[in-house]
């Protein structure tokens, strides 16, 4: 049995779903020999630590009760830097704007040669070639499935479960808010305010929807797999990005009665990286509905090969988690 | 590098998609420590045979000039048995009344140690736990990805790429000559035997094509799938199987107009294994259309995650076998 000493950075939605998923997991993980515990867990205010390994549940339910995970007052940087362990989860929330506190708990990680887990798209969507860098110049492993198409594996089906495949594009549909909206548009026929309002109040986009309907999060995240999958240095500025405010119900009507659906699409071509909504044909697994989101590669050998799944959520985003976890450590 | 020795038993579509695709892909072999060299080949009358590797692109052209691949009068399974190597490649068809030829070959290679990747569904869908216990008492290595799904990773996706999932139930288009032949009956709002004729003409289906529109090849997978996924012990016979003949273009057109798709579902659940057509909702992953094959599991934390491409080609098949090789010899 390995033992590991991991810390979980950032204590949101998706860091609670890691340790909800990290309970239900611990025998699983044990049986395949891997004793993970959790020595350090910090919010954006406070922690809580122990060296020995925290009682999970007791740490989930006093952070609901209290709205913050622990009594100390020691950041996630250094906690990173101070306390004994192997593996930091990056779970801080996405800045797009210059990476935030993420970037710099994961090179801090890097510079001490621990490992990193992460979902926080930000740092790898502005400065992927430098984390990368740094994550190898320290012996560091580096994994992020989490970051792109929550419990869709794409990035593992991309670079081990498609092994000796050449791929040649990709496109997807990377935004499951975006999704929802012109479903329910065209459903319902009803103009993109209303059907914006019906998934804020479902929970489904936020109170501030910008981020997603401009189509950021979804350059965001195609930057990152452009980056994986083709070898590139992008960051998001090299994204030409369309968002889906402008569509109407007439134009997903005309679409349908083509055969077509309109989708938020970000696609990567001859090494042009772009985002905007796209005709596809009903009969194309990109068609989906709903929030699901869809990833597509077109492969030499095998043809096009599309994976379609549940994007966000904190225990599918948690899950990715957890495969990144069992892929460094495992036997 | 790794030197390993492999013969190809079997030389028809496949099997010569499998030497098409060594040849593209040796530099890339070679690039990751694989030096792969065939010192056999065995259609079902005549062998070549060169214990230093044969020339594939010479044995290629050979075949298709003479229809045979050699002048050598010996079977696959004397190949197997006295000629010094140590992977075989079985792409003999596939016979699901006792599993044919390939069955023996199989089980003659574990007896000698010796790995196999397989295409051949046969003998999986009639015997697989006898099979798995002769590998594994031999220390064999035992791949089959590119029976199921052509070029889709679907038992690499379930057992590697989703590490840390429970699958709860699974379900699939299997077959890409019913996918291909209910499409057409809904565009064209024509009969069954006419869309089959026009499956023939395109070489979608076969002469004889009731393999394919009785369910037999669905089952076949279905039956391999629910094996590996599930760790059951099942085969064929285990399977409740209904075809497509009886599908009319006016149920197809009743089905569109609520929003559905009909399309013929492999399905385990709660052990149950069993195909027949079913609706699916239009925006559904399952409802893609044209020749696509589709597979879709139900995960315990990651949700749905449903995986569409060509399930047919030998070109496509030849990559699963390669993805298989790869895995099995990478460092």
């Known amino acids: 049995m390995k033992i590991i000493r991991a810390s979980i950075i950032g204590f949101g939605a998706v860091g609670q779903g890691v340790a909800n998923v990290l309970l239900e997991k611990d025998d699983y993980l044990r049986s395949i020999g891997i004793d993970l515990r959790i020595v350090a867990i910090a919010d954006s205010r406070t922690a809580v630590i122990d060296g020995k390994g925290l009682d999970l549940s007791a740490v989930i339910a006093s952070k609901k009760e209290k709205k913050v995970v622990g009594t100390e007052k020691i950041s996630g940087t250094e906690i990173i830097k101070t306390v004994d362990h192997e593996l930091v989860i990056e ?189 596809v044909p009903l009969d194309n697994p990109l068609a989906a509905g709903g929030t699901l989101n869809v990833f597509s590669v077109q492969t030499d050998i095998s043809g096009p090969i599309t994976i379609t799944g549940r994007g966000a959520g904190s225990i599918e985003t948690a899950s990715a988690i957890l495969s990144d976890i069992i892929s460094l450590y495992k036997e």
Chains 1, 2 share one sequence.
């Open 91 to 279: 779970t801080t929330p996405t800045n797009i704007e210059d990476g935030g506190v993420g970037l710099a708990n994961m090179l801090t990680a890097f510079e001490k040669g621990m490992d990193v887990v992460t979902s926080n798209k930000g740092p790898l969507a502005l400065k992927y070639g430098e984390l990368i860098e740094a994550s190898k110049s320290s012996g560091s492993r580096f994994k992020f499935e989490a970051t792109v198409g929550g419990a869709m594996p794409v990035i593992n089906l991309s670079c081990d479960t498609l092994a000796g495949n050449s791929i040649l594009s990709m496109e997807g549909i990377f935004n499951g808010t975006c999704n929802y909206i012109l479903t329910r548009m065209m459903e319902e026929q009803a103009p993109y305010e209303q059907m914006l309002a019906e998934a804020q109040e479902l929970g489904i986009a936020e109170a501030d929807p910008s981020y997603d309907v401009e189509g950021i999060d979804t350059a965001s995240k195609l930057v990152i797999v452009a980056n994986v999958i083709f070898g590139m240095n992008a960051s998001y500025k090299d994204v030409t990005v369309t968002g889906i405010t402008r569509i109407t119900p007439e134009a997903l009507l005309l679409a349908d009665n083509d055969g077509y659906a309109i989708k938020l699409i970000g696609e990567v071509n001859d090494n042009k990286i772009n985002v905007a909504p796209k005709l």
